[in-house]
């Protein structure tokens, strides 16, 4: 019997459409995270998750936002439908130091306490993903915000400002089971690499008239065939052809896209380092 399956969408499929949308009006972080659910969240496919996300976003906080919720369901799997955060950091400034976040037994559960010292969309996140310990030994557990025990709190963050962020502090958290870890090790390239494609389709919409959406669409292309394997010198060539692209939009006096948009730059120059060196 032949397959009734509808084929895949690749990303040169859905460009027309993402780019010909209709920009609106300002979005703040409730106003994105509701488009996100409305128009994102059923995606399968990452890679056009995030440049389904990216085309939505006015400004390079929600740019982030995108990418980081794909670059998360890859490494984690698809823990919910909402937006998700991965909560690694832990303090290192304070005298004395805030604990960290540990794992005690109470009979067969085991129970979080700790802090985390920076969640992302703290204020419309649905599941926390808490790093215990470090290295190969490191587990990851998923929380959902409204666990007993977990606290968000804000801080004022003066990079991708506009983003909700802020720390979690868990007070006997159940833990339930551990996540599959075996794709963390790659999350510090898949992140970039998603985040870069969301800002494809982001300067695809608002770069309009100083880059063109198929240079957008042709830079993003080798961005997602990266994505199974983000190894060799690819990735230095992605970058490059993204920094580029950033470069071009910067250069325009005129544009500008958020309150922060030249100090946000930031986020894709942050990951060049990395990328090039692989």
């Not at 949308?21 to 890679?47: I, M, N, Y």
């Not at 502090?169 to 390239?189: I, K, N, T, Y």
């Amino acid at each position: 019997m032949a397959s009734t399956a509808q084929p895949k969408a690749k990303l040169r499929d859905i460009w027309p459409s993402l780019i010909n949308q209709a920009e609106g009006p300002p979005l703040d972080e409730a106003g994105f995270h509701g488009r996100w659910g409305d128009q994102v969240a059923g995606e399968t496919d990452l890679a056009l998750m995030a440049a389904r996300g990216g085309a939505l976003a006015d400004r390079l906080a929600w740019v982030f936002i995108a990418g980081y919720q794909s670059a998360l369901r890859h490494t984690f799997g698809p823990i919910c439908s909402g937006w998700m955060a991965y909560a690694a950091s832990e303090d290192r400034k304070q005298v004395p130091r805030l604990p960290g976040v540990s794992i005690e037994r109470a009979g067969s559960d085991g129970l979080l306490s700790g802090n985390k010292t920076w969640v992302a969309c703290y204020r419309h996140v649905e599941q926390i993903i808490i790093k215990v310990g470090q290295g190969t030994k490191a587990q990851y557990f998923s929380v959902p915000r409204g666990a007993p025990g977990l606290t968000l709190t804000g801080n004022t963050g003066r990079f991708l400002a506009d983003m909700g962020q802020g720390t979690a502090s868990l007070q006997q958290v159940l833990a339930g089971s551990p996540l599959d870890s075996a794709e963390v090790h790659q999350f510090r390239l898949r992140e970039p690499l998603y985040i870069y494609l969301a800002f494809c389709a982001f300067a695809a919409v608002r770069g309009k008239g100083i880059v063109s959406p198929e240079r957008c669409l042709e830079t993003a292309i080798p961005i997602k065939g990266l994505l199974a394997e983000p190894v060799g010198a690819g990735l230095a060539a992605a970058d490059a052809a993204v920094q580029s692209l950033l470069d071009q939009l910067a250069s325009e006096a005129a544009f500008q896209s958020g309150p922060d948009w030249e100090a946000d730059q930031r986020l894709i120059r942050m990951y060049s380092p990395g990328l090039q060196s692989g």
